[in-house]
């Protein structure tokens, strides 16, 4: 009896079922993976500030995809108007930040920190990049030294990360994080000038 050829078997489809708060990353029909918001539900408001232009969407490492997206700006920034001027437009995204960042967690209450949001991650390295000249090197090791910070939070940004509520935790540990580079970094210029 001839043997009939095997053909394998077709991929089984997977639900779009959001994990807890509706923020994790969904798998579709086709298999690709799609990070952010239930997209079965409405917008959330300010998405494209939220993700930072998309950057948030980014399945692998969204924290460090966007920080990545804010170098151009920082630099274009302290090109125009100088590298302390950094910290005056962190202001920005931070209170706006804060702001869609609560009405999104009032509208999700399951939702703790999502990780699709990243303009935390904006103001971080804005706030660290604000102490070193426009000098690719120097962004290169402020970038390193934000994210490292924002990965292992030492204290007081694992303090602000678990006991500060709601939209000022997930900006807050950002914001201290980014204040521990500055500091390294204004050491680091200390003792290469001397």
């Given at each position: ?57 980014s399945f ?8 990545l997206n ?125």
């Amino acid at each position: 009896m001839p043997r009939m050829p095997t053909h394998p078997r077709p991929p089984q489809q997977q639900q779009n079922t959001p994990a807890a708060g509706g923020c994790e990353p969904l798998v579709t029909e086709n298999g690709w993976r799609i990070g952010g918001p239930d997209w079965r539900k409405p917008k959330p408001e300010g998405l494209v500030f939220l993700t930072w232009f998309g950057a948030g969407f980014s399945f692998h490492a969204p924290g460090t995809v966007g920080s990545l997206n804010a170098l151009p700006m920082a630099a274009a920034i302290a090109w125009l108007t100088g590298e302390r001027s950094l910290i005056i437009a962190a202001i920005f995204p931070f209170v706006l930040g804060l702001i869609y960042t609560a009405r999104y967690l009032r509208s999700e209450p399951g939702a703790s920190d999502p990780q699709w949001i990243v303009i935390d991650e904006v103001v971080g390295l804005w706030i660290t990049l604000a102490v070193v000249p426009l000098y690719w090197l120097w962004y290169l090791l402020g970038f390193a030294l934000f994210r490292l910070f924002d990965i292992y939070k030492p204290w007081p940004v694992s303090w602000a990360d678990r006991h500060v509520p709601s939209a000022l935790g997930i900006m807050l540990d950002d914001v201290l994080a980014g204040l521990y580079a500055a500091g390294v970094l204004s050491g680091l210029q200390y003792l290469w000038a001397s």
